[in-house]
T-cell receptor, first 108, second 112 residues
Framework: RKEVEQDPGPFNVPEGATVAFNCTYSNSASQSFFWYRQDCRKEPKLLMSVYSSGNEDGRFTAQLNRASQYISLLIRDSKLSDSATYLCVVIYGQNFVFGPGTRLSVLP | EPEVTQTPSHQVTQMGQEVILRCVPISNHLYFYWYRQILGQKVEFLVSFYNNEISEKSEIFDDQFSVERPDGSNFTLKIRSTKLEDSAMYFC??????????FGPGTRLTVT
């Protein structure tokens, strides 16, 4: 079983839509969780950390369910500039594991 | 805003040659990392470095790879004898104690 799995995508949504991405991880000892975004041929950029209590940053909401080993990212009122690949990152110890990413295209 | 920098942006080398990829992490960060991303594939962890030593490495990071922090600012990845399959984008990242990692723009390595 792959360590980190994500919705395969791509997601094509109109501007203003709400879109949710899911990520599951296999190692229950995982300690830290993050969402990154990556534009084509660019470096990953930190979007937000994911806390057990859930956290929100503007239009973005991240949630963690440790019991189900599941992380989610919700984007509200999507913008054209949100088009990117969204990467789930799971860390246990010093082991950093990226998911394969889910590509989002926001259409005008 | 402080950022991670990497040089060169693109390196072309012949199979069997040694390459050194260079990174300047964010100045007050303590943890340093190298990742690679083969075109069209996911980002893969190579190695983490803290307190002047490797703290974790992946199966990819074999004897052909080494890392060094030769001075107070640079962090390098050396590949001793490059193979065709080493062609990829190599990203350096750094973090403080929060382990929120900030990535450099990458070096595209092409092995011919």
């Amino acid at each position: 079983r792959k360590e980190v799995e994500q919705d395969p995508g791509p997601f094509n949504v109109p501007e203003g839509a709400t879109v949710a991405f899911n990520c599951t991880y296999s190692n229950s000892a995982s300690q830290s969780f993050f969402w990154y975004r990556q534009d084509c041929r660019k470096e990953p950029k930190l979007l937000m950390s994911v806390y057990s209590s859930g956290n929100e940053d503007g239009r973005f909401t991240a949630q963690l369910n440790r019991a189900s080993q599941y992380i989610s990212l919700l984007i509200r009122d999507s913008k054209l500039s949100d088009s990117a690949t969204y990467l789930c990152v799971v860390i246990y110890g010093q082991n950093f594991v990226f998911g394969p990413g889910t590509r989002l295209s926001v259409l005008p | 805003e402080p950022e991670v920098t990497q040089t060169p942006s693109h390196q072309v080398t012949q199979m069997g040659q040694e390459v050194i990829l260079r990174c300047v992490p964010i100045s007050n960060h303590l943890y340093f990392y190298w990742y690679r991303q083969i075109l069209g594939q996911k980002v893969e962890f190579l190695v983490s470095f803290y307190n002047n030593e490797i703290s974790e490495k992946s199966e990819i990071f074999d004897d052909q790879f080494s890392v060094e922090r030769p001075d107070g600012s640079n962090f390098t990845l050396k590949i001793r004898s490059t193979k065709l399959e080493d062609s990829a984008m190599y990203f350096c990242a750094s973090s403080d104690w929060t382990v929120e990692q900030y990535f450099g723009p990458g070096t595209r390595l092409t092995v011919t």
